[in-house]
C-alpha cells in the first residue's frame, strides 16, 4: 500500500495552502507545457490518477470529456472533490494505486500529475494503464524530476557566485526516498530517466513527447521564486500513446 501522507493534519493543512492548491490549474506554472501534451478531449473517458482536489479533473470535462473517474487514496482529497464538484458525468473514487485494477479498454486517456513518484511499484501500474486504455489511447504525466528527487538531499549550498547549488546524491541508485515536506518521513520512489521511459516502452507503449519544465521568463517576471527551477529541473512531463 501507498504511504497515505495526505490525511496526515499537519500535511494536509499545508499542502492545502500552497499555490496550485489554492488557485488551482492557474497556480501550476507547468500548466500550459502539460495542456500542450494532452490530446483532444471531445467525448473522451478520462481516469485522473491522483485527482487531489480535482481540478484537472473538472477541466476536463470543461473541455467536453465524456467522463472523467478521479482516483486517489487520500479521503480528504476525495472529500474535498467531491465537494467542489457538480458534475455527474465526474466520479471520484478512493484508490490505491500500488495495487489498482481497472477494466480492459475502459479509457481514452490516463492523466497524472505528480503522484508516480509516489508508487514503488511504477512497472505493475503502467502495465495496469496500458490494457486500461483504448488502442491509441494516451497516457499523460507529470513526475518529480529524478534530478530534482536525487538533489534534494542533502540541502543546497551557496556556490562561489552565491547561487544555490544543489548537488545530486546517488542519481543512479534507485529506490526509496524519504523527505520532509510539511511532515516528516514522506516517501517517494526515485527512478531514474532512463528507467521510467524505459518501463513504458516495455509495457508497449509509444513515448510521444518528454518535457523537462522550467519556468518562462514571463513566469518568473510574476513570481520571482521560480528562478530557482533553472538551476535544475523541477518536474519531468511525458506523453505516450497505446
Same mark, same amino acid.
Given at each position: 500500500?501507498?504511504?497515505?501522507? @495526505? ?7 499545508? @499542502?492545502?495552502?500552497?499555490? /496550485? ?7 501550476? *506554472? ?47 482529497? $476525495?472529500?474535498?472533490? /467531491? ?20 477494466? =480492459? ?5 490516463? @492523466? ?17 494503464? !496500458?490494457?486500461?486504455?483504448? *488502442?491509441?489511447? !494516451? ?6 524530476? *529524478? $534530478? ?21 546524491? /546517488? ?10 515536506? %510539511?511532515? =516528516?518521513?514522506? $516517501? =517517494? !520512489? !526515485? ?13 508497449? %507503449? ?26 535544475? *529541473? ?7 500513446? /497505446?
Amino acid at each position: 500500500m501507498a504511504q497515505n501522507i @495526505y490525511d496526515n493534519p499537519d500535511f494536509f493543512a499545508g @499542502y492545502s495552502r500552497i499555490p /496550485r492548491q489554492v488557485r488551482g490549474l492557474d497556480g501550476a *506554472p507547468e500548466w500550459p507545457a502539460i495542456r500542450a501534451m494532452l490530446p483532444a478531449l471531445s467525448g473522451k473517458r478520462v481516469v485522473d490518477l491522483g485527482c487531489g482536489f480535482g481540478w484537472a479533473s473538472r477541466w476536463m470535462r470543461e473541455q467536453g470529456a465524456a467522463s472523467v473517474l478521479g482516483l486517489d487514496l487520500s479521503e480528504n482529497m $476525495i472529500g474535498r472533490a /467531491r465537494a467542489d464538484t457538480r458534475d455527474p458525468a465526474v466520479e471520484y473514487r478512493i484508490a490505491d494505486l500500488e495495487v489498482l485494477d481497472l477494466p =480492459k479498454a475502459a479509457f481514452d486517456l490516463a @492523466y497524472s500529475a505528480l503522484t508516480f513518484h509516489y508508487i514503488g511499484d511504477f512497472d505493475r501500474l503502467v502495465r495496469v494503464l !496500458h490494457q486500461a486504455l483504448v *488502442p491509441g489511447g !494516451h497516457l499523460v504525466f507529470t513526475i518529480e524530476h *529524478p $534530478i530534482f528527487m536525487a538533489a534534494i538531499h542533502p540541502h543546497w549550498f551557496a556556490d562561489e557566485d552565491g547561487r544555490k547549488t544543489w548537488p545530486v546524491n /546517488r542519481y543512479s541508485v534507485e529506490g526509496e526516498r524519504r523527505t520532509d515536506w %510539511f511532515a =516528516k518521513g514522506v $516517501i =517517494k !520512489h !526515485h527512478r531514474t530517466i532512463g528507467t521510467t521511459l524505459n518501463t513504458l516502452i516495455r509495457a508497449g %507503449f509509444e513515448i510521444l513527447g518528454v518535457e523537462e519544465f522550467a519556468p518562462s521568463r514571463q513566469q518568473i517576471a510574476q513570481t520571482p521564486e521560480l528562478a530557482e527551477e533553472l538551476e535544475r *529541473p523541477m518536474m519531468l512531463l511525458v506523453s505516450a500513446r /497505446r
